[in-house]
């Protein structure tokens, strides 16, 4: 009888490991092939052990055709349509796919869950700092498979001894924020409650079991003042879609709208407005939430300012696109975006746009993988201002000047901390200026355009945290720092 009892639960345990959906980890941007193995290599093991996923029997076979796809593409995106066919024909259900940021001999790392049938993102996590890679690589692949999945992460091992290279701010993590736990069985409940219910001076928390699919709503509440409404997951990331054009988000005058942890917001392409439009509101991000997935016809494919403040402590803007600017993010004038952590890429027209006299303000996070003609990662538009005082801008791509950063006559840029990596001394991951070939004289990292029959200003190779550079105005004449030449 015992016997028998073993036999039939080891039956059950192959036919439960057998049922688990099928992963393989994609590993981007790294430009080592150690690093890429290593780190693909614990990635899966974790989410393995996690027990929510099996290993794909084929998997480097899998992953050898989707690099070779991958090399053949000039935009640096991987496209859904590519791993859908790829998926199928190697029994793929799932893929995680890890950007690697390289910084001066470390590293930063993001990671995203994919359904390979439907471009779904199910998950994602990152490490809020900069690692070791030889050293941590384990300990950070845990963490971020923690972090998808609302477990706790193992302690932290301490780091070896090694010189400092850059004073970097980090965000801590955030504790949940408390309020009125909001009833209803979905979000769209939810939602109809709070615009019946919501009051004066308080603070409401939008907890999301389940995936779901809404239409747009305008966070507004006429007679009431200082509302704070903030939107998370429960235990695992939950994506909320929006299912039809417009704007997933509207938020109005006198209402603090945050993001927390395990919420994404998903758009889709043809749409005709942004994921998020703050228009008078206060816009809050904190580590584990994403804003993606979605093309605007206009301004703004993630987040579009048109009035009010928006603040970006950590989570992702990542695979939006705006035909007229500002791809990630769209700041138009008089507003303000501070940026303390997080991370903006992959982005189409810009990571970061900002417009006359409204000011980006970059004290950390990582702008990096944008693309556009003018200003891959961060386009200045007339009479902005740029303060970049932390963080780093790096793998960036522009078509026409100003790989990582471009400043148009009449703007405000000043650099007093941070990095902008060049292509002329970072081939691998730097920002560039390529169309076809590598462009020469275009502002690599920076470009700085002055009043006409002047030379611009341009800095093609890395300008470190201790490079400071600056611009005021007045056709950019007034420069401080050296620049290339």
Known sequence: MRKALIIL?????????????????????????????????????????????QAVERSEEFLKQLAAEHSKQRSGAIENDQIKKLGKQFGVDFICIADVTPALG?????????????????AMGNTDSQMNVLAELSDASQRIVAMMFGLSAPAQQARPTQPVQEARRTTPTE??????IVPGNSLTEKLAWLQKSADSHNTYILEVNTNEN???HTLEYK????????????????????????????????????LENNITLQGHSGNNGSIVYVNGGTFKMN?????????????GGGVYMQSGT??????????????????????????????NGGTISGNTNSGVWVVYSATFIMNGGTISSNAATWGGGIHVASFATFNMRGGTITGNTAIGSGGGVYVDYNAKFNKTNGIITGYASDQSDGNVVIDGSVLARRGHAVLVARSFGKENLRKETTAGPKENLSCAGNNNEQVDGVWDQ
């Open 9 to 53: 639960l080891s039956l059950l345990a192959i036919a439960v490991a057998q049922g688990k959906p099928k992963i393989a980890v994609y590993v981007t941007g790294a430009k080592d092939p150690g690093v890429d193995k290593a780190l693909g290599t614990m990635m899966l093991s974790a989410l393995v052990n996690s027990g929510r996923y």
């Open 106 to 122: 470390s590293y930063s790392v993001s990671a995203r869950i994919m359904n390979v049938e439907s471009a779904e993102i199910v």
């Open 175 to 180: 504790l949940p924020i408390n309020g009125t």
């Open 214 to 216: 809404i239409i747009p």
């Open 223 to 258: 007679g009431a003042i200082n509302i704070t409404i903030v939107l998370r997951g429960d235990n695992v990331n939950r994506t909320i879609r929006l299912k039809s054009n417009g704007t997933m988000f509207d938020i109005r005058s006198n209402v603090t709208f945050i």
């Open 287 to 299: 580590n584990g939430a994403t804003v993606t997935g979605n093309t605007s016809n206009k301004h």
């Open 310 to 339: 928006f603040t970006m402590s950590g989570g992702t803007i990542s695979g939006n696109t705006a035909s007229e600017g500002g791809g990630g993010v769209y700041v138009a004038m008089g507003n303000t975006f501070t940026m």
